[in-house]
């Protein structure tokens, strides 16, 4: 079947012959977002989202291995931002259950198109675009995290930007349950770096769903920590059904950035920004707060400026707390506790310039 009869099958080509309709699953793929920071050192102690949105690092024992995760405006011919991890201390005594893993997670609700677990089940196809400072192996991987089942491909990297395409069979597989319909994790895209034993004590084959831990990093693994000179550079990710890799599904920003903020907002830096708040009682205050877009769930809310100061009835009073409260998905309020102004009278919060009042977090 030829490229454009495959594409007219799944209706992702218009009359002109141009690739049209949402095919991309993964948020962010263009690495364009960054809310949290454009750079962050020394990590892999532990794992956590630290520069480009919805891209985490993951470890699992505890490795000497230190990286450094980056943002930068170093992409292929189109795409403008990658993410760059450099190594800063090297690791070449690896312990079995090491493992380092650049990934993103995905709700099961966004895969019910890939028939996942039945007769009908479809094959899935995975591209990016890779780099680094040297020649190097590493796997791409499908983590199926509600049945717990692998499936990975080795890649290999070169000094020059190049396009990765790997399609992956459909698992149908009769034990192996559809993901679940809703708004938890159910699989990770995994771009699997550095493991030890516990992860490539097996030997590997490509392109196969299977249950053995062992068997999920392949055979000729370059470890991310084998020296500082190591760098990887990563952007253009996509995940479709399908058998067929199509050109990469270009997003605005602010599409991209509103798609970012269910998983993670925040306020911005603001600017010696007043809020304004209501005296609930003489010693307790609130004010409510709505986020920019509806967030997965209810997310974690912290509070970050230290330097705040409320005012009411022409004066600063005394405050012994801030707090985020009666946290849902669409809003928070923010109670202020103290004393010196009276109740239902109008105060306002004033916020340090240049520091940002809140950010939430409701990643999977």
Not at 47 to 57: C, E, L, P, S, V
Not at 240 to 255: D, I
Request: hydrophobic share 35%.
């Amino acid at each position: 079947m030829s490229k454009a009869a495959e594409l007219a099958k799944w209706g992702e080509v218009s009359t002109n012959g141009q690739v049209s309709g949402r095919r991309n699953i993964v948020i962010n793929g263009a690495m364009q977002v960054a809310q949290r920071s454009t750079s962050v050192t020394g990590i892999g102690a532990s794992g956590g989202y630290f520069t480009t949105d919805r891209w985490a690092i993951s470890v699992g024992a505890t490795s000497a291995g230190r990286l450094t995760s980056a943002q930068v405006g170093d992409g292929p011919d189109g795409i403008a931002n990658c993410t760059k991890l450099t190594c800063t201390t090297a690791d070449t005594s690896i312990a079995a259950g090491e493992l380092l893993q650049f990934q993103t997670k995905l709700e099961g609700q966004d895969l019910q198109q890939m028939n996942k677990g039945i007769a009908s089940a479809k094959k899935v196809t995975v591209s990016f675009y890779v780099k680094g400072n040297a020649a190097a192996t590493y796997s791409v991987e499908m983590h199926d995290r509600d049945n717990t089942r692998f499936n990975s491909q080795e890649f290999s990297v070169t000094t020059d930007w190049v396009r990765i395409v790997k399609t992956f069979a459909a698992d149908a597989d009769d034990g192996s349950s559809p993901y679940g319909d809703d708004n938890a994790v159910s699989m990770s895209l995994n771009f699997n770096l550095h493991g030890g034993a516990t992860y490539t004590g097996g030997s590997h084959t490509d392109n196969v769903w299977h249950e053995v831990v062992n068997q999920r990093l392949g055979d000729n693994a370059t470890s991310f920590f084998d020296s500082t000179d190591r760098t990887f550079f990563i952007t253009g990710v996509q995940m479709e059904v399908g058998s067929v890799a199509t050109p990469f599904e270009h997003r605005s920003y602010g599409e991209e950035l509103a798609l970012c903020q269910r998983y993670f907002s925040h306020s911005g830096d603001v600017r010696n920004y007043a809020f304004v708040h209501s005296g609930y009682s003489s010693t307790e205050a609130y004010g409510n707060f709505s986020f920019s877009v509806p967030m997965r769930t209810a997310p974690a809310v912290t509070m970050k400026s230290s330097g705040r100061n409320l005012y009411s009835n022409g004066g600063a009073r005394t405050v012994t707390s801030f707090n985020a409260t009666n946290i849902g998905t669409y809003n928070f309020a923010h109670k202020v506790v103290g004393s010196g102004w009276t109740s239902g009278h109008a105060c306002h919060v004033d916020v340090d310039a240049g520091t940002r009042f809140y950010e939430a977090d409701a990643e999977l």
